[in-house]
């Protein structure tokens, strides 16, 4: 007679992350997370690359990073090169949140100026903290050869990551800010007015760079910015 398998914490788990109900995938991650095992961390990046749940995602990036970086790195570097945008992404963000340098040979050009813009934008925020000290001026350069790309959503992600690197950007923008594509000189101007006051925010910074495009003039002085607020 046959006797029926032996249910445990790991295969719970693992027929959970693939429930059909939000509710009971999430908490299955939280299960992971809160109590870690090195035999999930592939399953749970293999759910990172179609769950459809942003908050699911989220929790299952948070049970990763509760694992030991020496289990997660190398299944997230594989991951990066998948040929799934959505796999890719989320190693990607999970590589952000461990912030381990390791990982930073893995995040290449290529994946700078994916053509997908959610997997860019987790490349540039993975970038801005995986990045050895010295190296932001040469990320900035890359980096810079997306200004003016997409919505404003992704224009907006990519400015907070170039200001994330700081001065080291400067040189960068001030080429992008001089070159024939309006579009991207208005995005480096933005950018560069966001590198002085972080506090602007950015759909106003923008607004002013293509005003000042436009118009083919300088940027207003800081004294005439807070008159205006």
């Known amino acids: 007679m046959a006797t029926k398998r032996q249910e445990t914490p790991v ?22 997370g809160t109590a870690p095992d090195p035999c999930l961390v592939a399953p749970l990046v293999e759910r990172c690359a179609i769950e459809p749940e942003f908050f699911v995602r989220d929790m299952l990036t948070w049970a990763l990073v509760r694992h030991p970086v020496s289990v997660t790195l190398p299944v997230l570097l594989r991951e990066v090169r998948s040929e799934r945008a959505q796999a890719r992404s989320q190693a990607l963000h999970t590589l952000s949140k461990i912030g381990d340098r390791q990982a930073w040979p893995a995040i290449t050009r290529t994946l700078l100026c994916d053509a997908d813009d959610e997997v860019a934008r987790s490349a540039w925020r993975a970038a801005v903290v995986l990045v050895p000290e010295g190296g932001e001026a040469a990320l900035a350069v890359v980096l810079a050869t997306q ?10 992600s990519l400015s907070q990551a170039l200001v994330a690197l700081g001065e080291a950007i400067e040189p960068a923008l001030d080429a992008a800010a001089t070159g024939d594509d309006t579009r991207v000189r208005a995005h480096a101007l933005a950018t560069l007015a966001l590198l002085r006051d972080p ?13 000042v495009v436009a118009l083919g003039g300088a940027p207003r002085t800081d004294d005439e910015n807070r008159a205006d607020r």
Do not use: H, N, P
């Open 11 to 32: 295969t719970r788990a693992l027929q959970e992350l693939e429930d059909s109900r939000t509710s009971v995938r999430l908490r299955a991650a939280m299960a992971i």
């Open 199 to 211: 506090d602007a925010g950015f759909a106003w910074a923008l607004d002013e760079a293509k005003r």
């Open 147 to 156: 200004l003016g790309r997409g919505e404003q959503k992704t224009q907006r």
